[in-house]
């Protein structure tokens, strides 16, 4: 079965009638890179931004559902916000990957380790807070 990002890449050179070729000629990434993401079961990591974005470019599609299609065919679900408060609707995406990425992370850390995770992030929000009543 095709992951996200596969079936993404996929159905848009079908939708299209785009090459490997196409896609990488208009998102500046190389052509092997395309197709290895199209053609690779689980993607061991998160490509790079640049990767992302000329792939976004390449396929016409948006950087956000190019961003949330690798995320996924690595393993990592990414979470968004809610639409609006108590709207009910879909999550929107985040205004900050890095959050999204974070977030996502978390779940693939042992018990211990999001303990840990979580008492630095208690730790740096103090900090934080402390620099603010001392302004």
Excluded: F
């Excluded at 693939?108 to 807070?129: I, P």
């Amino acid at each position: 079965m095709a992951n996200a990002l596969q079936q993404l890449i996929r159905e848009r050179l079908d939708r299209k009638g785009w090459s490997y070729g196409d896609v990488a000629r208009r998102g500046g990434v190389p052509r092997s890179t395309v197709h290895h993401l199209a053609t690779t079961d689980r993607v061991a990591r998160m490509p790079q931004s640049a990767t992302l974005e000329g792939l976004s470019k390449g396929l016409e599609l948006p950087l956000d559902t190019i961003r949330r299609a690798a995320a996924e065919a690595c393993g990592i679900h990414v979470y968004g916000t809610p639409s609006a408060p108590d709207a009910g609707g879909p999550a929107a995406p985040s205004a900050d990957p890095e959050v999204d990425l974070l977030i996502a992370s978390v779940q693939q850390l042992s018990a211990d380790d999001r303990r840990h995770v979580a008492a630095l992030v208690e730790s740096l929000l103090g900090r934080s807070a402390q620099r603010t009543s001392e302004n």
